[in-house]
């Protein structure tokens, strides 16, 4: 398969007959350019749903009280100066430019010098941002309330679904209004588990070291192998993480309370019909009603974890949240 050709024929179908496409070349006059990122006295104290780690190592969390960067030491608010500084998502391209997906306002892209403002008016689906990927080709996509916008670097194209993953055999793995969709190159496949049903509510999907596809929803945590789909638990499953050992780290609902907790599965049990799995925050009774989310294995081996009040680190012996000051109250 020839990837490129393949790609450009995907595109057409989906946004031109598939769905329709909503294209609009940016006028510049309708971007706003704001100012430069400062160091502040501010921490992420409010909920996180995702946490990033951008090439030179630093992390990036997107919570409701604006972007952070976190180079170990101290944090950098670098929305300070947007007006609407709640974000559910925030991504570093392949050039280094950064993205952010806030609650209600759109989409700011940031250069490292100036910011850009994208909303509805600019072609966006919805104003309500919760998800970014960057594909292969450098498109970038956001999942809105509205659908999926894909922009190109010059406008926006709307459709129904958003795409969550490209595999190594490049393979497109869609989410459907809850659903999931793979296009091979050649045909679109509803994604079914072992029992036949779509899948429900999916809410992240990741290929793994060996090529295997984890997904996650209402259904649970399920496990893909290009042949066969094994089921590891049916409780809700928000997010999903492999470490660099080859571990699965998961949030999800812990019944019958319903909070979200952070799971370890083990990754030499893996293979066996019941795998290792430990609940990480059940012995810390301050976390064991503080939903959590978003997960990141930072470049120390620690494990970052998006919370209610905002970021908490697990080093293989202490759970804490992450202030100014490391262990701060």
């Known amino acids: 398969m020839k990837y490129a050709h393949v790609y450009t024929l995907f595109l057409m179908s989906v946004f031109h007959t598939s769905y329709g496409q909503i294209q609009t070349e940016l006028p510049k006059n309708n971007i706003k350019s704001e100012t430069k990122d400062s160091i502040t006295s501010q921490v992420p104290n409010s909920m996180v749903r995702n946490i990033k780690q951008a090439r030179n190592g630093n992390i990036l969390i997107a919570s409701w009280n604006g972007v952070f960067r976190y180079d170990g030491k101290s944090f950098t608010n670098i929305t300070g100066k947007i007006s609407s500084p709640s974000f559910w998502d925030v991504?570093?391209?392949r050039k280094g430019n950064l993205w952010f997906a806030s609650r209600d306002s759109g989409v700011y892209y940031y250069n490292g010098k100036s910011f850009k403002h994208f909303t509805t008016?600019?072609?966006?689906?919805?104003?309500m941002v919760f998800s970014?990927?960057?594909?292969?080709?450098?498109?970038?996509?956001?999942?809105?309330?509205?659908?999926?916008?894909?922009?190109?670097?010059k406008s926006f194209q709307n459709s129904k679904e958003m795409l969550f993953l490209e595999?190594?055999?490049?393979k497109l793995w869609f989410s459907t209004g809850g659903g999931a969709r793979i296009y091979d190159g050649k045909?679109?496949?509803?994604?079914k588990n072992k029992d036949g049903k779509p899948f429900t509510n999916v809410r992240s999907i990741i290929e793994d070291k060996k090529g295997n596809?984890?997904?996650t929803g209402s259904d649970g945590l399920w496990r893909y192998d290009g042949s066969t789909f094994t089921n590891f638990i049916q409780n809700f499953v928000g997010y999903v993480h492999e470490d660099k050992k080859g571990n699965i780290w998961t949030t999800g609902e812990v019944k019958p309370n319903g909070d979200w907790a952070l799971f370890r599965y083990d990754q030499k049990s893996l293979s066996s019909k019941k795998p290792i799995v430990t609940d990480m925050t059940s012995k810390y009774e301050e976390y064991n009603k503080n939903n959590l989310f978003g997960i990141l294995e930072a470049n120390d081996g620690s494990i970052l974890v998006g919370g209610l009040?905002?970021?908490?680190?697990?080093?293989g012996n202490t759970f804490?949240?992450?202030?100014?000051?490391?262990?701060?109250k």
């Open 167 to 170: 595999d190594k055999t490049g």
């Open 320 to 328: 804490k949240n992450l202030k100014r000051k490391e262990g701060q």
């Open 213 to 215: 596809i984890w997904l």
């Open 91 to 93: 991504l570093e391209d």
């Open 132 to 153: 970014i990927y960057e594909d292969k080709k450098g498109n970038i996509w956001f999942g809105t309330g509205g659908g999926a916008s894909r922009y190109d670097g």
């Open 121 to 127: 008016r600019e072609g966006l689906a919805s104003n």
């Open 309 to 315: 009040d905002g970021v908490y680190r697990y080093d």
């Open 187 to 191: 045909t679109f496949t509803v994604l």
